[in-house]
């Protein structure tokens, strides 16, 4: 039942997102993440079911893009509506986008570590191949981000959403990096047990 309503809500934030947005070009590059993770999960969904906890992850990861896509990360209304409020210099949506890049891929890559008994009892080590994975998918993703620029010119910048600040890609990474810490002290114990009775293995023991 679960899985439908997942797919459900998909779909009808995909359809949102896709009904005129402000501009085709960047709705693609904001959403084809998204529909790539979809291909992937439901080629993996017997094979390799997930936990509940990455499902969820998840799917809020996929809305975040998809509603990036639609406005464009500068200009999401609530953004700029919070902007206005702490009076701040830009609509931070993207450092929202950012923060969700480290905390869902770290439970990602974390669980498939466990599953695949690449770590087996240390937490440290555990912990800190995590947080490697998840900055060089961080540095990747701003190497992509360079790309497009390179290749699209002003077009790209819709996409990269830098709104002029020169620090932008150092400080993406930095909230990819605070994403992935939070994720790891406040849900590890959760997704341990999740694991578990999805699995049966128990991690460090």
Known sequence: MMRFVWVGIFFAVLLWSAWQPKEYFTWFLEVFPALIGFVLIVATYRIFPLTPLLYTL??????????????????????DWIKEVLHQSRNNYDKLGHFFQGFEPAILAREILIRKEVVKKSRLWLNY???????????????????????????ADAFLGTQGYVWDTQTDMAWCLMGAVTAL?????????????????????
């Open 58 to 79: 998840i799917l809020i990861h996929m809305i975040i893009l998809m509603v990036g896509g639609h406005y464009t990360y500068a200009e999401v209304p609530l953004f």
């Open 129 to 155: 191949i995590v947080l490697s994975i998840v900055l060089a998918f961080s540095a990747f993703y701003e190497l992509l981000e360079w790309a497009v620029a390179v290749l699209s010119g002003e077009a």
């Open 185 to 205: 002290l406040f849900f590890s114990r959760l997704h341990d047990r999740q694991i578990e009775r999805l699995t049966g293995q128990a991690f460090g023991k």
